[in-house]
């Protein structure tokens, strides 16, 4: 399909077309699970090109660069895929973006990423991490009500009309699910993981934690209306309120004047608590996000783009960097943080809200507002300790992030690497 | 104009039926979903604009077989003419190997169905099709332009119109369904900023429409970036328990994330559903009667049959107040005995069928909006909603709004508050509910964006309903 599509693409050079294609040939296998008895298993074998076509023209003396995407299906005849040409390369003509260039065939990447899914294959995987989970299905009061595993290999191909022709395999597991746990009534906790390797020790450590949570589920109070204490935001909500400083050093989100922030700024300001560093790593160890090239063929390679506070780089694809001059870093996922060095003990000296999980809990980049639904965290008043549920915790990152304080004990989730937990203040606790 | 069919599954179609006779001697349950879901989406902003393709686009298939009690189902889209064979193979031999891989599992019953040949095809009034780039483009410039004519704080106004021409085809040993329909949706974000205070607001329409959504869509230019405007001055939330009047938009994703996810039945199935416990118990006040299916509405989650074969329907979950039923996936309500509601859906042709919402409502009532309002000594109006988050065994709530309006005395005193969060327990939240309003003082559906199961499964589901007051929890 790929060598068809490509002799066809040729045909339409003397027109000026030019083109990007991703070929993707994924594999996955899947498993769910109702307690540990098997409900049904599935297989997925599917093949698609994601083609790009792009139009170089002029208006009023200046020149534009237009694209359109189309999805190129096997089985597609000769004139169904000149017909999807035709029609992107019509309406490239029409979308009038500021001239950039193509990738260029270039440079190895810098790094390698690797699995351990290759060797012991999709279905030996999947059973490995099965047993993992269900290794922790040990309780008498509690256990695990349903689950579900997906275990994913991609062949990634991407080819231009430049010369970039290079290729990839991609590894990805997600598997979720959830505990109950019986004290009186009975009560749920629910997890997702993402994750690209057969990292069975990690999975285990996260459900026994999932047990332990959902253990003291049932003891918990609802939240307090509490405004005065520090709060400690730990596990996973820790990526999404990063995300702030990663979207908004995008040369996308700045050249698209989303963003306000500028090489050189201190973005945290006047600063008594940790100044954070912020790294983008392709070749995270483990992480779905880590991958040698971008989708535009760009090879990866590690940078830093906050430093101490200070925003030192942008991160970008091709098209946006070349915008505004900035050196492309292509599209790099993972995020590596680092800059604390309180211990988590030292933080929970004085009252606080440790918050363990949230319903969802989210960031607007675009604002700096954050919030979430408590499902489960610790209060400690000065003398005790209780478990809570329930409220919501909300803020804006601009009015936290002078005086934050980033834990000495570090966490990864999937792409997110950095520290377990971050106390804030002067954030608003919607409790009972 | 009548939506038509795909090309693509007319002419796949005999191999499909070759499949599934094949797969017949080998199984005693076979059944193929067929997908081509194609369109585009069109976004221009202040710097840029782009052609891209659409989430929901598809091509492929899912083969269901019945073995050893249990289900089997496998994703390809990859079918040469005379295929069938080679598939039919590798299909055999790995339901076999699947059902010889665990000694415990769970058995379902075998799916009996009743014969049915039905074709559909939905009707719009401007086929995507009929309207070149060109021309889709330049409506949403001057839409862009008209933002920009109307306010100095732009800082970008981002128009998009996606559609999606939906083909999908069913086939097993009794069943020959194919429907044909066309979902699009269009939105305006209007980003606005005033020195470090960046605000936006978002607006969209949706439907079983074509692009004549392109005129909806124009008429919510200037109130969009108005409300953008006004959101500059918002001010923080003072965490609390308030009154609230809760409109459409807002009624929509409580209705979604409270009662909705809650009886998804696939859950009663894992035991995930605190629901299972209410059934005709009361869960709301006596005002609230919520319905949710593919045949409740008219709007982006109405279809003939759901991704299992099973027609679409028209569920009431609470009426007056009281539970009444969940709404199911076939597997599901085979386990559970129940009648299948036709909500036996697939984020595509790759991914599994779960229980999942369609059109989801609550049904207006009797009160006006202005004495509704009127009622309110110190409270809010909470519109326009963003997102929310479902916990279907504990039943809490978890709702982000975009602003909420002040009312103070029973009036709208113009100061606007933002961000919102909601949160509480599901049935104190709908046990609050004293006002439900008229039709006439606004009822209406959103089908923007999507639904997940959890963080995942995504597909296009719509909400709404009528003015409720009732009492929250805000941050």
Redesign the interface.
Known sequence: MLDALITILDEYKNQGLEYRLIERKKS?A?S?Y?K?????????????I?LTVYKVFEEDGKSFRG?????I???MTREEIKNVID??F?????????MYPLEEKGAAPTGEFTSGIPALGVHKTMSKLREAVYAQDKHDKGNI??SEFFVDQSGIRIINSNGVDVRYTAYSV?I?L?V?WRDGG???N?E?YKLADCDTALIGGRVEKLFNIASQKPLAVPTP?V?DVNVLLTGECLNEFFNYYYENSNASSI????S?FAVGDELQGECAGDRFTLELDPFLPGSTGSRPYDNNGTPLKKVCVVKDGRLMQLWGDLRFSSYLNAPVTGNIENRVITGGSTPVSEMKTAPYLELISF??F?M?S??G?F?????FGFYYDGTETVPV??????G?I?KVHGDMLLSAERARYNNYDGPATVLVKNV????? | MKVPVSD?LAS?KPEIKRLVGLLENQFAYVSVLGTDVSG?SFTV?????????IPL?E??FVARVYTNG???????????PGGADKLAETIVE?AKK?AE??A???RYPLIEEESATISYHGEVAILPNSM???EK??RLRAINEKAHNLCDVL??LIVTCTTAAVSKVFISSKKDLEQNYIISEAAIVA?V?RD?N???FYTSCSGLKGLEILDELESKTAGCVENAVKLLDAK?????EYDVICGPDAVGIIAHEAFGHGVEMDMF????AKAVEYLGKPVASKHVTMHDGAKSASHAASYLFDDEGTLGTDTVIIKDGILQTGISDLLSALKLGETPTGNGRRESF?R?AYTRMSNTLIRPGNDKLDDMISSLKHGFLIESAE?G?E?P??W???C?FTSAREIIDGKLTGNLYA?V?M?G?VPELLSNITMVSREEDGFELTGAGGCGK???EWVKVSCGGPYIKTKA???
């Open positions: 996955r899947e769910f109702i540990k008895s098997l409900e049904m298993n599935r297989g997925v074998d599917t093949d698609a994601a694209s359109a995407d189309a999805t299906h096997p089985g029609e992107a019509f309406a490239a003509g029409f979308v009038k973006n500021e009500s349903y997600d979720e959830s109950h009975e009560v749920e629910f997702a209306s405004n050249y698209t004047k989303i306000t319903s969802d989210q607007n675009m604002t507002d919030a979430g639904e408590i499902r549920t329930g409220g919501s915790v909300s804006n601009k608003s606790i919607a409790g009972k | 693509f796949q585009k902003r202040d710097k840029s604009s782009s052609v891209s393709n686009e091509r492929g249990m289900y089997y189902e496998y994703s390809f889209n990859n079918l040469p790995n699947s891989m665990a415990d599992i769970i070149a780039s060109a483009l330049a800082v970008d980003v900023r470090d960046t605000r936006y923080p939330m003072q965490a609390g199935v894992k035991n995930r790759a599994k997102s988050m916990d065994k504990d809490g709530i978890q982000m961000p969060i949160t327990y959890g963080y995942k929890r805000l941050g």
